[in-house]
């Protein structure tokens, strides 16, 4: 069943995807010329890959890989999926490649090849602002900091820890540690220097506390062996913006004045972000209404299955039932989008993804649903109904089957409910719902409490028009 519902979605959805973000031009190279790459990146860090206020996404990364495409001839298609999550659709050739302030590292050599690179990198540590007593790395001692995952700040400050007597706690955005160094839970963050001084003249509520350590250096990665071409042609651009200055524009851009057209009060927020929350609304919104149905589908046919006379399809169904309930949403949208194309070799569209994860899921709970709303109509019924004569089909559509739906109808509204709060999870896969559009803007103004208020409340009205919505059809169709 799953199997067919996904070669099913692969002709519906597979064809949709996101534009080229930039068009073919310049000198031009013949080997990758007219062809279009799809580059993954991380989500949020700025100022190497963020959302603008137009919603559109930039930064030092994005902007030397749509200019090197450019220069070269070839077309990219960006997503934007987070760092472990670029690097795991790189290893199961969901990208072509990936560029995300990645440090060239022995390891990874083992695993990536890596183009020159592109920026030099150096740690710093910082604290709150309020913090007098953390003034380097030798008060740290019996302490926590924090450092984000894979990342050069959190491979020094693991290097040094033991010296210091310090523990690290990994975090996969740069705004969710400066956050947790605020709240008390770490009383410093290591981070990438430039990350780090973006977020300070961001006014992020830190300070750095000491000089700047030497690091590795950053680089564009293709999977070992592969896209050899396109690591050329990478090359042999960015070696041309830094010939003629154009990659010291880009930097200066970024780095010169980083708290350029930056929203100053709560309204300014609003008004700038609004576009992207709606846009990630839309997208919730509908991803959710589509995998309801879907869902609806499998757990009908699920629920009646569970109640078969035949011992083997109620098996099947108790099976599919006690998987996708027995584990946890989340490894099914990795499962679907990175998984799946590594064993396979046949990539996944994300909307693909994410709805076989949402409808699947719900289906077994669904299914549940259905199963106990018809073994709770009083099994009266059905002999009365067998007794004036009707089959066993007739008497299920006729009589069980309708007073069921309406014991079911209260359970499935609040599976609905859930399903939209619960596609939340997906923008771990990069999917754009409306939480992933929330981290996008505070990765950007480092303004999380404001940015989440927003976000709770756009889903607080959401889930309460739905609930009203659904009540209205239930007492319209179950009078």
Do not use: C, H
């Amino acid at each position: 069943m799953v199997a067919a519902f996904l070669a099913v979605a692969s002709l519906l959805f597979g064809a949709t995807g996101a534009a080229a973000d930039t068009s073919a031009s310049g000198s031009g190279n013949s080997a990758v010329e007219g062809k279009t790459f799809v580059i993954g990146t991380d989500t949020t860090f700025a100022p190497f890959e963020f959302r603008g206020a137009d919603g559109e996404l930039t930064g030092i990364d994005m902007d030397i890989v749509r200019a090197v495409a450019e220069d070269q001839g070839f077309k990219v298609e960006i997503r934007s999926l987070g760092f472990n999550a670029a690097l795991q659709a790189l290893t199961s050739n969901q990208v072509d490649g990936v560029i995300a302030g990645m440090s060239i590292t022995d390891e990874r050599k083992e695993v990536y090849d890596f183009s020159e690179p592109y920026f030099e990198s150096g740690v710093q540590m910082a604290v709150a602002k309020s913090n007098d007593d953390i003034t380097g790395y030798e008060d740290l001692k019996g302490k926590t900091v924090t450092a984000k995952t894979g990342a050069e700040g959190e491979t020094y400050a693991k290097s040094i820890a033991k010296k210091y007597g310090f523990k690290v706690k990994s975090l996969d955005q740069s705004a969710s540690m400066y956050e947790l160094v605020k709240s008390g839970n770490a009383v410093a963050v290591f981070d990438d220097y430039p990350v780090l001084a973006y977020g300070i003249a961001q006014n992020n509520g830190l300070k750095t506390v000491t000089d700047k350590v030497p690091g590795g250096s950053y680089g564009f990665a293709v999977n070992k062996g592969k896209n050899a071409d396109l690591l050329a042609a990478f090359n042999d651009g960015l070696a041309k913006l830094k010939a003629d200055g154009e990659y010291d524009k880009i930097l200066d851009e970024y780095l010169g004045d980083p708290t350029a057209a930056q929203p100053t009060t709560f309204w300014e927020l609003l008004e700038s972000s609004l576009p992207a929350l709606l846009k990630g609304l839309k997208n919730t919104m509908v991803v959710t209404g589509i995998s309801f149905v879907v869902a609806m589908i499998i757990g009908l046919a699920a629920g009646f299955m569970k109640i078969a006379r035949n011992i083997i399809v109620r098996g099947i169904s108790t099976t599919f039932v006690n998987v996708f309930r027995g584990t946890p949403l989340l490894l099914w949208a990795f499962m679907f989008y990175f998984g799946i194309p590594q064993l396979t070799g046949l990539p996944i569209n994300i909307w693909v993804a994410a709805v076989l994860t949402l409808s699947l899921n719900s289906g077994a709970y669904v299914a549940e649903i259905v199963r106990g709303g018809i073994q709770s109509v009083d099994p009266g019924q059905m002999e009365a109904s067998r007794s004036l004569g009707l089959g066993y089909g007739k008497s299920m559509q006729k009589v069980v089957v309708p007073q069921a739906f309406k014991m079911m109808t209260p359970s499935l509204i609040n599976q609905l409910i859930i399903m939209l709060k619960d596609s939340s999870l997906l923008l771990a896969i990069g999917f754009a719902e409306l939480l992933y559009q929330g981290q996008q803007i505070y990765a950007a103004n480092f303004r999380v409490t404001e940015t989440l208020l927003i976000v709770g409340v756009i889903y607080f009205v959401a889930v309460m028009l739905l609930t009203k919505l659904a009540n209205f059809a239930d007492r319209r169709f179950n009078k």
